[in-house]
């Protein structure tokens, strides 16, 4: 039996292990906090840091395929892993994927529209920057940001001090996009080269926090299209094994602006458990193992909406409901913003 190493243990962890046992795949999870979601469902637990030399070289011994479930995984980390095992999604990735100036550029360069964007190293930059934009735009760190922190919207008001509020670390300042809706791209690329993506899915954010996905999103075929191509310029340009997650904001035309990628199994796909016969995670799990892809076919309508915090103690109305699997991690406390579990519901099936 082969093992799969994910690096990072949370519920996207919880969920590959989950999918990779379901294919006779064991799982060791590198994660620095103990009884981690994804470690009470795995084979085994190194907790360390992700940048511990002597766990990383304990993990490579242990497996013979790694991953990873989130896109902060140091890239110096996933570099020497893949001197001495396969690492997929590429590291290279990782590298894009880190930093927000670095992936404009690069989706700019695959032929992918983003929002115009400057490069704030200074409160003069963001003054001349916000200048340029008529006073909106979007202010956020390049680095480490998610789930919205680290970010400020302006609308006219005033920037001053706002460059040392951030934390003086470099930023992005994005020109404001006037967007009527917001569609995610699940899509897989096998070492064969293959490509399959899910259905776009519709996303709304509450406090910064993806709230629901709905699929079908409300977009024309079309809009659909031209979602799925330019997942599948990303999946090629990087020369990627896996799923990646690629945000898009929709104009009112109908026309794309990407927002971000994330190089792993996305919180906006977690519908595709319920309503495709293969999810985002045993299509992940296909991937990065060399096992032919599914074809991403989707059988019902859905929506999947997050548990947030208190939305835990919802759990046993949802499961009175008709057609809807709960799906919870794990976590023993429930903190506000904290994602303690979602629920999808079939809308037609
Ligand atoms: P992000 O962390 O980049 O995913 O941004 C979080 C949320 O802020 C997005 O899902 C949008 O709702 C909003 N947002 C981010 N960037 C922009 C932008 N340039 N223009 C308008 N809204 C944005």
């Known amino acids: 039996m082969k093992t799969i190493g994910i690096i990072g243990g949370g519920q996207l962890g919880r969920m590959l292990a989950m999918a990779a046992a379901r294919l006779n795949f064991r799982t060791v999870i590198l994660e620095p906090q103990a009884d981690c979601p994804a470690a009470q469902v795995a084979n085994d637990q190194i907790v ?53 100036v670095t992936e404009k550029r690069f989706l700019n360069e695959s032929g992918i529209e983003t929002a115009k964007f400057h490069v704030i ?41 706002a460059f040392a509020a951030l934390g003086g670390v470099p930023m992005i300042l994005e020109s404001f996009v006037p967007f009527v809706r917001e569609i995610s ?63 898009f904001f929709v104009t009112a035309d109908g026309g794309l602006i990407a927002n971000e990628i994330a190089p792993r199994v996305h919180n906006s796909g977690h519908w595709t458990e319920a309503a ?34 208190d939305d835990i103690d919802d759990v046993p109305e949802w499961l009175a409901k008709p057609s809807t699997l709960v799906h919870l991690y794990g976590k023993n406390e429930a903190r506000p913003g904290r994602k303690m579990g979602h629920v999808t519901w079939l809308t037609r099936a």
């Open 121 to 161: 190293d200074s409160q003069a930059d963001l003054d001349a920057g916000l200048a340029d934009f008529g006073g909106k735009g979007v202010l956020k760190t390049r680095r480490l940001g998610y789930d919205g922190k680290g970010q400020r919207v302006f609308n006219g008001d005033s920037p001053a001090g």
């Open 48 to 100: 360390a840091a992700y940048d511990d030399e002597a766990a990383l070289a304990q993990l490579a011994g242990a497996c013979d395929i790694i991953t990873y479930e989130f896109e902060n995984v140091p890239v110096a980390a996933a570099t020497l892993l893949a001197r001495s095992k396969p690492v997929y999604p590429p590291p290279k990735a990782l590298e894009v994927a880190q930093d927000r």
């Open 276 to 309: 495709c016969v293969v999810s985002q995670f045993e299509q992940h799990i296909r991937a990065v193992a060399g096992l032919s892809l599914s074809d991403g076919a989707r059988h019902s309508d859905c929506v999947m909406q997050n548990l947030i915090g």
């Open 185 to 247: 791209v699940i899509a897989a690329r096998g070492q064969d080269g293959a490509i399959a993506c899910f259905d776009p899915a519709e996303n709304v954010h509450r406090n910064g926090i993806l709230h629901t996905s709905t699929v079908p999103a409300a977009i024309s075929g079309e809009t659909g299209t031209a979602a799925k191509a330019a997942a599948k310029a990303i999946l090629e340009a990087l020369d990627y094994v896996g799923v990646i997650g690629v945000e």
